[in-house]
């Protein structure tokens, strides 16, 4: 596909430093930040001096991994407001987010971290090639979660115009996007598919759309998903990346280059660990992404456990940035599957899916346990195109999938088809993976 965009660099001052130059500045945040979290936050004085570490001892990032790691559980013992750093007057934002267990996680933000994150916002504007020019279409939600108001403030900031939609009512969003004229759309990828397939359902063409760009995360895609979004919408599709507990989106975005989303490390440092022995992986290993948050001020956090699995790279990226970049997010530590010993993440059998021509980018996982062991079963939506395919042809897509799937990820599955528009769309995150071991 052509290109529609053209990306800028927001801040180079920050954006394109050299690697000696970006570990100074972080050394230099990083021993404030320890400073500050031992004198205000008891949970980080508690844990150093469990560990008999002084703020002292933290002289640059070399020192980085003597730190003790923050966990979620950690955010949940101290809920509601136990991590945060500033007195309360100082906080101006509160958001959370629920997982599926458990209490609440909260964040607390002083207006110094609503203005990072809106630098982080409109730095990733720039690598969408998006400016005070463009209507920006925002379909994640609005609320506690960070989508939809991360995505409002970042492109407020920039100076172009924001649509806030926010997420549902499909219909109503197709109109606004053909009648507004939006450039940019912000949402998550999986709705990004169903707006593709609702638009002919609603006999909106492509062509009366202005869309040049997809600011797309929040949930791990492939990038087969990302080419069906982009053929679908005709559009560039880039992947946004972030959480709540660090910022909101935009703590990692792809550029043009669409190779890895540049980690904001000025603001972020990022590290990969293993997940088991928790000691630091080199770039380009698989493990564990780690986050310190080296400017926040309300709910600062160091070495927060992520659970998200990816690498990092650190070569040079044509888009001239110098930030390290990570790669695609396979799935979270405790979304991955188990299936008889082999470790398989929604996300790869996604890409499996999508390498096969007649199927829609709709699908189900769900998980037993039979006589012992364990079985996956998919469901496949096919394309209204070859839904009324003779038997044999679709028995032969049907295996054509379970091949594609064993010879990806080395484990056997079984592929049912279903018909066009049966598997549940998400307007927010999808939810994929019925694991009936787990009930
Ligand atoms: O999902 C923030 C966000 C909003 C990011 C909009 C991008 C766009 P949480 O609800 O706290 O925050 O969920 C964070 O979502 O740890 C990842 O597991 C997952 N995630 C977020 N972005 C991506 C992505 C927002 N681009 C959790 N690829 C993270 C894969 C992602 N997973």
Redesign the pocket.
């Known amino acids: 596909m052509k290109s529609r965009v053209k990306d800028y660099i927001y801040s180079p001052q920050y954006e394109c430093l050299s690697r000696s130059e970006m570990q100074a500045l972080q050394s230099e945040r990083l021993v404030k930040l320890v400073k500050r979290v031992y004198d205000n936050v008891a949970v980080y004085r508690a844990k150093m001096d469990a560990i008999k570490l002084k703020p002292e001892d933290i002289r640059s990032v070399d020192d980085l991994y003597k730190l003790p790691f923050t966990t979620k559980q950690d955010l949940r013992n101290n809920y509601p407001f136990g991590m945060l750093c500033a007195p309360k007057e100082e906080i101006v934002r509160l958001h959370a987010?629920s997982g599926t267990t458990g209490k609440l996680t909260v964040v607390g933000y002083s207006q110094n971290d609503l203005d990072v994150w809106a630098e982080c916002v409109c730095r990733a504007l720039g690598m969408a090639g998006v400016t005070k020019e463009d209507t920006v279409h925002v379909a994640?939600g609005y609320g506690l979660?960070?989508?939809g108001l991360?995505l409002h403030d970042g492109a407020t900031k920039m100076g172009a115009t924001v649509v806030p939609a926010s997420s549902g009512n499909t219909k109503r969003q197709l109109s606004l996007l053909r009648d507004f004229g939006a450039t940019a759309i912000a949402c998550t990828p999986s709705y990004a598919i169903y707006l593709g397939t609702e638009m002919e359902n609603n006999g909106i063409s492509v062509d009366e759309l202005k869309l040049k760009v997809g600011i797309f995360?929040?949930?791990?895609?492939s990038d087969n998903m990302r080419k069906e979004i982009e053929r679908t919408l005709n559009i560039d599709a880039l992947?946004?990346?972030?959480?709540?507990?660090i910022s909101?989106?935009g703590v990692a975005m792809e550029c043009m280059a669409k190779n890895g989303s540049h980690v904001q490390e000025d603001h972020f440092i990022p590290e990969i660990v293993d997940p088991v022995t928790l000691e630091p992986l080199p770039y380009g290993e698989k493990g564990e992404l780690v986050f310190t948050t080296i400017t926040k001020t309300g709910q600062p956090l160091v070495r927060y456990r992520?659970?998200?699995i990816t690498s990092l790279n650190a070569e040079k990226c044509s888009c001239g940035r110098t930030t390290v970049r990570m790669n695609?997010?396979l799935g979270?530590n405790d979304d991955m599957l188990i299936i008889r010993g082999v470790n398989v993440f929604p996300s790869q059998i996604e890409a499996a899916i999508m390498n096969v021509s007649g199927v829609a980018p709709h699908y189900m996982i769900y998980v037993d346990r039979v006589d012992n062991l364990d079985v996956m079963e998919i469901h496949v939506e096919v394309n209204e195109s070859i839904s009324s395919d003779t038997v044999g042809s679709l028995e032969a897509l049907r295996k054509k999938i379970e091949s594609e799937i064993h010879s990806y990820l080395g484990i056997s599955a079984r592929v049912r088809l279903v018909e066009p528009n049966t598997v549940q769309r998400s307007e927010g995150k999808a939810v994929r993976v019925i694991d009936k071991r787990k009930i």
């Open positions: 987010s994640y979660f960070t989508g991360g995360g929040a949930e791990p895609w992947d946004i990346y972030g959480l709540s507990e909101g989106p992520t659970r998200d695609k997010v979270r």
